[in-house]
């Protein structure tokens, strides 16, 4: 029988260690180390090999970190695995890393691996704990385009602080999230996840709020174009345009979002031509080849959807047209809890205020209670009574002076807009 060496791994070696790799990780399991880990170890932490004549039969591979050392890698060649070869690799690496005065050296392994190499080799088993991972929703590859457009990953629980809009909400989780969050679940129902949609809607509706939401929930980095700030770059707005999105397709994922997309997106034609048209053709083509990739979306938002250019709206740009309208009961609900201070919240008639502010937009709800506020202080202060608190009829005295954004005739608009252009 040919004899084995153990011996430091080699950068001839790293064909045999894929092999191996490949040999000892088994499907439907996956390697807590993934094989680029492995190889990365083997070129700058520690590895040594076991090798009968030019033939790699086993390997351990480790790297340190502070005071603990963790073995990524432990295999032996199935042929080999019940004689004396199996544990030896593993003493080696021990021995190598030894110098680097490690408190520990670790090591997870799948639950049905056998553990006597492990064991006979001093290690003790910890039963109790459970081994979990996240997979990082940007790649160190990803960080510097990132960086370019200004790019971030949103919190995780923006989905959830949007309250009420329950239409809303579960259209777009239908239509958007779960089919890009599931992919696989999307094609066996032959659904083809989107890849641009337009929302729109009267001014501070909660667009951008949804927009966010949607990247949020995806896990997605979040990417606003601004085009009013792209202009600035000297190549004029539709070169912006261009660089920003062929950066943007070196992110794996990315919820790509402009805001207010009729001003570079208005109706074209007309003499003298507009001076966007060269812009609005630009994001025409960029859409079509927006589209042409997954793992992305593009959110436009609109106040004037009338204002588009038809070829923006025609099918195949954007899968879908949905209208974000003013916030129902429950979302008035959320968005007035968020303004009254906690001291006064039990006193205020909260149903009254909601059904008071039905028509307003958020930010209206918002003036509103902050109006209440500061008159509530510069009344307590006039009258010396520092511990009152707000009432009901603050709030309903500033909503008597607060005027609604979206006016009765842009609601009429609101609506036929979603009769005619609505793509749902
Ligand atoms: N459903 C909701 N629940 C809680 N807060 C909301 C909700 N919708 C909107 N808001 C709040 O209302 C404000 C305005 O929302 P947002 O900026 O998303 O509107 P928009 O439609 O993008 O407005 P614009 O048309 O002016 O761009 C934000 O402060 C947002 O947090
Ligand atoms: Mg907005």
């Known amino acids: 029988m040919t004899r084995t060496y153990i011996r430091d791994f080699h950068g001839d070696d790293l064909d ?72 030896s690799p593993l003493h080696a690496l021990e021995r190598r890393m030894a110098p680097l005065g490690l408190a520990k050296l670790s090591i997870l392994i799948p639950e049905e691996d056998g553990l006597d190499a492990f064991t006979g080799n001093g290690f003790e088993v910890h039963h109790s704990v459970r081994y979990l991972e996240r997979d990082m929703p940007i790649q160190r590859r990803e960080i510097e385009s990132l960086k370019e457009v200004g790019g971030r990953i949103l919190p995780p629980h923006l989905w959830d602080r949007v309250a009420g809009m329950s239409h809303e909400k579960s259209l777009l989780k239908e239509r958007l999230v779960t089919p890009l969050a599931r992919p696989e679940l999307a094609e066996r129902f032959g659904v083809v996840p989107p890849r641009a949609v337009m929302l729109f809607g009267p001014p501070g509706t909660g667009k951008t709020t949804f927009a966010r939401a949607v990247a949020s929930r995806l896990d997605w980095p979040f990417v606003e174009l601004f085009p009013s700030r792209l202009a600035d770059g000297g190549t004029g707005l539709a070169g912006a345009l261009r660089a920003s999105f062929e950066t943007i397709d070196e992110l794996e994922h990315a919820v790509v979002f402009i805001d207010e997309v009729e001003e570079i997106a208005s109706r074209r034609g007309g003499t003298p031509p507009s001076p966007t048209q060269g812009v609005t053709n630009e994001l025409l083509k960029l859409v079509a080849d927006f589209r042409d990739r997954e793992g992305r979306i593009l959110i436009c938002a609109t106040n004037f959807i009338r204002a588009l250019d038809a070829a923006f709206l025609r099918h195949g740009r954007f899968d879908y047209v949905i209208p974000i309208g003013l916030p129902d009961a429950e979302a008035r609900r959320a968005i007035w809890a968020r303004y009254i201070p906690s001291e006064s919240a039990v006193g205020v008639d909260l149903d009254r205020l909601v059904a008071a502010s039905d028509g307003l937009t958020p930010a209206d709800i918002e003036f509103a209670a902050r109006r209440a506020s500061q008159e509530a202080l510069a009344r307590a202060l006039r009258e010396g009574d520092e511990a009152s608190a707000l009432t009901t009829d603050d709030y309903a005295r500033a909503l008597g002076g607060t005027r609604a954004t979206v006016s009765a005739a842009e609601i009429d608009e609101f609506q036929a807009d979603i009769e005619t252009l609505a793509r749902l």
């Open 16 to 87: 045999q260690i894929v092999r191996l790799w490949g040999q000892v990780t088994r499907e439907n399991e996956w390697p807590i180390y993934s094989l680029a880990e492995v190889i990365a170890s083997c070129q700058q932490d520690h590895a040594v090999v076991a090798v009968q004549g030019d033939v790699l039969v086993g390997a351990a591979v480790g790297r340190a970190a502070h005071a603990q050392g963790w073995i990524v890698f432990f295999g032996i060649a199935a042929a080999d695995g019940s004689s004396d070869v199996s544990a």
